[in-house]
Structure formats: C-alpha cells, structure tokens
C-alpha cells in the first residue's frame, strides 16, 4: 500500500499520468478502444459513435463553461455553424474531409469570437441571453440563406473517402471519431497546464484578480470562446459527415440544453466528466428504451403509459444523479478510485 | 456506510446497462420482422398515436387471420419522440435484429435516415410525403403510399383554377401558402409548387408560420393586403385551426382555406369547431365518416376490441393501409419465391400496379423509375363538423 508519491525528477512530477495505477488505466482504456468496434455489434458501435462525438462537443463546451466559467447556450449554433461550412465544402466544392473539417472548425472558431464580444460586458446570466441570440441568429441564418444552406432542406454531405473506400458504415467512422475524441482529450488536457489554460481557471474562479495579476481578460476570454468553438465545431462537422444528411432541425436550442446538461452531469470543468457525461446522456436514454421495449411484452398493460414515463425516469435519473454527487460522474468515479485506493482499511 | 452503498449501487446499475442492453439479435427463420418507429410522446404524437395503433391493428388482424402465407408478422416497434438520434438509434438495433422491411414516420427521421436505408437496401415507408422521396434516383428505397406533398399542392392549385372560374372571378387568382417553417412546411412549395402556380397563371406567395405562434393575425393580415382569396397550409392541425380562428376574427370570410393532408383530418375540426367550417381539405386517406370497402377491415377489427374507428380518426386507416401496402410487398416477395431481403421487397414493391386500398387512397402503382404511389386523391370540405367529399379522386393530369 502507497503512502505517498515521490518524484526524484521533473520529467515525472510534469508527466500527464502520473501514477503508475493511472498510466494501467489509461492503457487498458486505449486497448478497450482499440478492440471495441472488431467485438462491438452495429448498434454498439452507433452509440459508440455517438458518444464519440458527443464527448468531443462537451469537451468543447466545458472549456468555456467549465474552465473558463462563461456560460454558453450557443451550442447548438456553434455546431451548426461547423456542420454546414464541412458539408458545404464537401457537397459543393468537393473539398476532402480531412481538409473541410479543419477549415469548419477554424471558420466555427471566428463565429465563436464573434459571439464571445458580448462576455467583455456580460457576465453570468446575462451572457447566456447574448448566446442565446447566437442560437436564434444562426438559426434564421440557416433557414433563410437558402442559396448556400439550402435553407430548411436538408443538405446532402457524401460520405468521407479515406484511402479509396467510402466511410460510410458505422465501424469505418469509428476510427475518425477516435482520432478526433483522441486529439480533442490530449490537447485540452494539456491547454490546463500551459499559461493559457491557467488563465481561462484564473478567470473562472475570479476575473477581477485575474485581471489584477496581469491576465487579460477580455483577449482570453475570446481565446476560450474561439478554442471552445473549434472543437464544437469538430463536431458538428464530424455529425454532418457521419449523419451524411443534415437539417437545420438538428441543432436546435434543445441540443445547447443537452450539452450544458451532459457537462454538468459529468463533472464541469474535467475531461473525463465530459466524456462520463457524453456516455451517460446517451446511453441512459437507450437503456431506458431497450428496458421500456422488454417489459412491454412482459406487461402489456405498461405499454401505453410507457412513452410518458420513459421521459419521466430520464429527468428522475438525472436529478438522482446531481443529489448523490452534484459535482457530477467525474467526482463520483474519483470517490470509486479513493475508496479501492485505501481499501480496505478505510478509515 | 452510506456511500460505499451509494458506489454500490452505482457499479450494479452500470453492470445492469450492460446487460440489458446487450440482448442477442434476431434468428433467420421464425417470424417476420419489420421494424417501425412511432411518435407517440413528442410533438407530433397527437397524430402519431392513431397512426401507429393503425400500424399495430394491422399487424394484429393479419396474423389473427393467418399471418403471411402461414408465417407470422413481428412489428418490431419503439417510441422515437421525434428525436432524430434516438430514430437513428432504434435504426440500426432494429436492423441489426433482423427487420427486412421499416417504417418511419416523420419528416425529420426520413430525411435522416434515407442514404442509410440505401446502403442497408431496406425498403422504408413513412407518413412524410415529400416529392423528392419519391424519386429513385434521390431515395432508391423509400416508398411513398400517401400522395406527395407537391402533388396535393398542384390539385388544389388546379382546383382553385377552376373554382375561381366557377365564382366568375376575372384576372389571375390569388393564393397564399401559409407553411411550418421547417423542412415539411417548405417542401410542396419548393420541390415544383412555386414554378407550378407561375405556369398555370396564378399569383401565389408564401407565408410563414413561425414557430410557436399563439397569434397568426399579422401573417393574415399581410395576407388580406396582398388580397389572396385562397388561403393554402401545409402544417399541422393545431397551428392551422389557430390560424382559422384568427381569420375568422379578422373578419375574412370570403377566403377560401385549403389544408393539405396533415391539416385535414378530424383534430382540425375539433380544434377551430366554427371556423372551421367551409375549410378545404386534400385527403390522400378517405375519413371514416366516407363509406369505403377498405375502411371495412379496420372498422370490423376496432369493433372487436370494442373501439370504434371514428373515435381512432383517418389517421388510424392511413396507418393501417401503409402498412398494408408494405406487408403486400413482403407477401408477394414470398409468393414468388425469392429470399426475403430489402432488395427483393422493393424490386416486388416496383412491380406493384393499381393496388387496390379499397377506395381509402387512389390504386397503388410503383415503378423503378417513379416510387409515388398514388398521384390522385380527393378533396373533402367541411359541412357541419364533418369531412364531406367536394369532389371525385383527380390526379394533376386530369
């Protein structure tokens, strides 16, 4: 049993994982990634890319809401905005995926910036009312600039092609969703040890002194929407391309509400609350269903209250959730890890 | 104590999610599967209920009756709330567990899934009966049993033609399209109905609904400016009966209100009550107020279990006969002696001609080059709270 943990060197103390318990379980992490989609079945892997990109946009999110303590209910605008500027390159200019994604996201990242003037003079709720102007105005950009967008009809993306074959079943995709998820949990984990991701924290916990100790805040507070956007913007584009047809429909208000509920569930301000989030927003709603689905031919009688309560046991769930552990999925999986860690003399 | 039970508790319902959710999938032989996706919690359930009862009463009878060529039908079904990734979802489970054949519902998931069911090759059939899902060429697999969207909207141009002539008004007639802003509300309007108004010399000029109204007296009034005697919707009952009682108020009773088939069922009627009344509706699915052999089956089914169809309302035969028209394709598929896959289903359902509903739609007919059904419907009116036939089926050739 440890009694504490010793570094002899920086190299170590600097290290991303740096007990040797942590590096184990991110390697069987990885290796469980790396098997999944050869054991995993098509419905599987649907969540699984689901989940995928769900954590690369919570990720997104959490930087500027979680990190940065600016609240965002522009979500769904910012993933609207980077679907639609991929889709279009690869619709109408056939623009390679590889290319369309990184030019969606940086476009995605200038309409985030855009949008984050607002948070020089808005704090709090006030500045959730400004994005939320950014939701309604992509919105009725989307819908009424038809000769780009194709306005409300749903605009077609072809499938990616990666070395001469189609991406286009749910076990290719995987593998982008992967590199994606992959970059986006590396980069973020290591923006919060640089001087920038500090001084997103700095702001966070308190602007004022940031701005007394020499950050600037409104110069960072931009920076945090612009990072924040890119990655949203990923995956937007990554839904618009996976999806292979998108609609406006699919980035409404609800999706921002989803989003801020997924960090907030999963741990604001982590990253692996992002991603505990991402997997248990989608999957309680499935297991919810595949539950719903076996009890109904048990009790037939259950099957016509069935729709109305399925909604009812997902916001009972959730609100269980937040009681037992309001800092959400991520302290709860760090209170597991402590509680093996003495066990079992857990005094 | 307390919080080693709540970890506890926490690690056994993870370990139960993994359970549950990993049932095994579907056998080759045994019954068979066609999956199907309802609203019946989301914003469109108050018609996606009777549809989806119309779907499973269908599925019932059919095996009470001896099921397909002695094989039974299993409707592997789920609510979708309208919620496109749970439709996408539900999708892909379904597949995976063996359905040969799906049916969706609205406009959201149809559009959303159709490059997918291409690439499964699973035929599909919903209640969204936009013009482009009939073209092969854009949706090699849906199949449209309901009369397009576009083909509703030229009838009733057509019709307003005439009754515009009829009424001696001189001068072009003109009309305007108050749609849902959404995909649906746009798409009778964009995929040929602009163009259509223009070469048949009518003025006509579209209108948005926006989401959420609880008042449609602006639109209305723009309407009354821009003097249209024909008042066109493509939406859905609620915001179409609110938009009748805010004409009624304005005063506009010599404008005539046309529904296309997602405003023109008995909700609607129930909803503007008066205003109603006097109120056009293109019905590609007879009502059940309308004698038709086909409404026989679903009525005599219902009167067993001691409902009736009125009480269901059109929406409940609309279910029905879709679904008719699907397992008729599996039917012959079997009958002919071909496996029983996707590409077989829609390669039958092309050979499909003149399929008779029994007068609740006009005679079904596909072809690989064309997948809209029906071309020719009715026009009902409304006449003392009731849906009475205004004229015989007509197509636009006619």
Redesign the interface.
């Known amino acids: 049993m440890e009694s504490g943990i010793f570094f002899t060197d920086y190299r170590a103390d600097m290290a991303l994982r740096r007990k040797p318990t942590q590096q184990v379980r991110l390697g069987l992490f990885v290796a469980f990634l790396l098997i999944f989609p050869f054991v995993a079945?098509?419905?599987?892997l649907?969540?699984a890319n689901?989940i995928g990109i769900a954590t690369i946009g919570a990720i997104g999110l959490n930087i500027l809401v979680g990190y940065t303590g600016q609240i965002s209910l522009g979500q769904g605008a910012f993933m609207a905005v980077g679907a639609y500027t991929s889709g279009i390159l690869a619709a109408r200019l056939g623009v390679p995926f590889w290319l369309s994604i990184p030019i969606a996201c940086l476009v995605t990242a200038a309409v985030g910036v855009v949008f984050g003037l607002p948070s020089l003079r808005l704090k709090g709720l006030y500045l959730a009312m400004a994005t939320l102007a950014a939701q309604e105005i992509v919105e009725w950009v989307i819908?009424h600039w038809t000769s780009l967008t194709g306005?409300?009809?749903?605009l077609?993306v072809p499938?990616p092609t990666l070395l001469g074959a189609r991406v286009?079943?749910?076990f290719r995709f995987y593998w982008i969703i992967l590199v994606a998820a992959g970059f986006t949990a590396l980069f973020t984990a290591n923006l919060f040890r640089s001087r920038v991701g500090r001084a997103f924290v700095a702001i966070r916990d308190q602007d004022i002194a940031a701005e007394v100790i020499g950050v600037n805040v409104f110069f960072y507070k931009l920076l945090a929407f612009a990072t924040s956007s890119f990655f949203v913007g990923l995956a937007g584009a990554l839904t618009a391309h996976y999806?292979?047809?998108i609609?406006w429909?699919?980035f409404t208000i609800e999706v921002s509400i989803l989003y801020l509920a997924m960090i907030i569930i999963g741990g604001l301000g982590t990253i692996n609350g992002s991603f505990f989030g991402a997997a248990f927003m989608t999957?309680l709603?499935?297991?919810i269903?595949?539950?719903?689905?076996?009890l109904r031919d048990v009790a037939p009688l259950v099957a016509t209250l069935?729709?109305?309560v399925?909604?009812g046991v997902f916001g009972a769930v959730l609100i269980f959730f937040l009681i037992?552990e309001p800092e959400g999925l991520a302290k709860?999986w760090r209170?597991?890890k402590d509680?093996f860690y003495v066990w079992p003399f857990s005094y | 104590m307390v919080r080693r039970w709540t970890l506890m508790s926490v690690l056994v319902g993870l370990l139960l999610v993994a359970g549950v959710a990993c049932r095994p999938g579907g056998q080759a032989e045994g019954p068979i599967k066609i999956g199907a996706i309802f609203d019946l919690s989301g914003p469109t359930s108050d018609v996606g209920l009777p549809y989806s009862e119309g779907i499973r009463g269908f599925v019932e009878w059919l095996n009470a009756n001896g099921g397909l060529n002695g094989r039974q039908v299993e409707l592997v079904w789920q609510d979708y709330a309208y919620e496109v990734p749970r439709a996408e979802q539900l999708y892909t489970q379904f597949v995976q567990e063996g359905v040969v054949a799906f049916m969706g519902w609205g406009t959201g998931d149809t559009e959303a899934l159709r490059s997918r069911i291409a690439d499964d090759k699973i035929p599909f059939m919903s209640a969204s009966y936009s013009h482009v899902l009939g073209n092969p060429e854009e949706a090699p697999y849906n199949f449209l049993v309901g009369t397009s969207y576009s083909d509703q909207f030229f009838i009733v141009l057509k019709w307003i033609l005439e009754d515009w002539q009829a009424k001696g008004g001189t001068g072009a007639p003109k009309v305007a399209f108050m749609h849902h802003p959404s995909p649906f509300g746009l798409s009778p309007w964009e995929q040929g109905g602009k163009d259509f108004a223009a070469q048949n010399g009518i003025e006509a000029q579209a209108f948005e609904m926006p989401r959420g109204a609880t008042d449609f007296t602006p639109e209305l009034s723009r309407i009354q400016e821009f003097g249209a005697k024909y008042v066109v919707f493509q939406t859905v009952s609620s915001p179409a009966s609110l938009a009748l009682k805010n004409a009624k108020s304005l005063g506009m009773t010599d404008v005539t209100f046309i529904c296309l088939n997602w405003c023109a069922d008995e909700i609607l009627v129930e909803l503007a009550g008066d205003a109603a009344e006097g109120t056009v509706g293109a019905m590609p699915f007879t009502p059940p107020t309308v004698e038709a052999e086909g409404l026989k089956a679903p009525a005599e089914f219902l009167a067993s279990k001691g409902e009736s169809l009125e009480a269901k309302g059109l929406h409940y035969s609309q279910g029905w006969w879709t679904m008719a028209v699907m397992v008729e394709g599996v039917r012959r598929t079997l009958e002919a002696g071909k496996a029983l896959n996707g590409e077989n289903i829609k390669a039958t359902l092309e050979e499909m001609r003149n399929y008779d509903t029994g007068g609740v739609t006009a005679p079904i007919t596909f072809t690989p080059e064309d997948h809209r059904g029906s071309k020719a419907m009715r026009l009902f009116v409304v006449r003392n709270g009731m849906w009475e036939p205004l004229t015989d089926f007509r197509s636009v050739e006619q």
């Open positions: 079945s098509p419905y599987w649907t969540l689901q819908t306005g409300t009809e749903a077609v499938a286009n079943t749910d999806r292979t047809i609609s429909e699919r999957l709603p499935a297991f269903n595949n539950v719903g689905r076996a069935l729709p109305a399925q909604q037992v709860l209170n597991i509680y």
